[in-house]
Nanobody, 114 residues
Framework: QVQLVESGGGLVQAGGSLRLSCAAS????????MGWYRQAPGKQREWVAL???????NYADSVKDRFTISRDNAKNTAYLQMSSLKVEDTAVYYC????????WGQGTQVTVSS
């Protein structure tokens, strides 16, 4: 089993920055990919970014060039650095980790005000 704890959400003005963290515990040796999804009110959950165990990254077009995902394997933690935030980035952000199954964090709220 893998447990994920997210932190770093909050309220920020448009154009600002936030960094989300996702700390993994449990059967961490089995984790391959880690990443983030988000869900805005009234919308479906959408994929945001992912990072593989060897650091290969991929991003949704909506966040490319604004968000940066990284991973510290020594700390078993993934990070999502969000810059140039827009009002439409407002959502609950969920971390995930893939091993034999996919584990999810509890979600952290990000609110971007105009």
């Amino acid at each position: 089993q893998v447990q994920l704890v997210e932190s770093g959400g909050g309220l920020v003005q448009a154009g600002g920055s936030l960094r989300l963290s996702c700390a993994a515990s449990g059967s961490i040796f089995s984790i391959s990919v880690m990443g983030w999804y988000r869900q805005a009110p009234g919308k479906q959950r959408e994929w945001v970014a992912l990072v593989s165990g060897d650091g290969v990254t991929n991003y949704a077009d909506s966040v490319k060039d604004r968000f940066t995902i990284s991973r510290d394997n020594a700390k078993n933690t993934a990070y999502l650095q969000m810059s140039s935030l827009k009002v439409e980035d407002t959502a609950v952000y969920y971390c995930f980790a893939d091993h034999r199954v996919r584990s999810w964090g509890q979600g952290t709220q990000v609110t971007v005000s105009s």
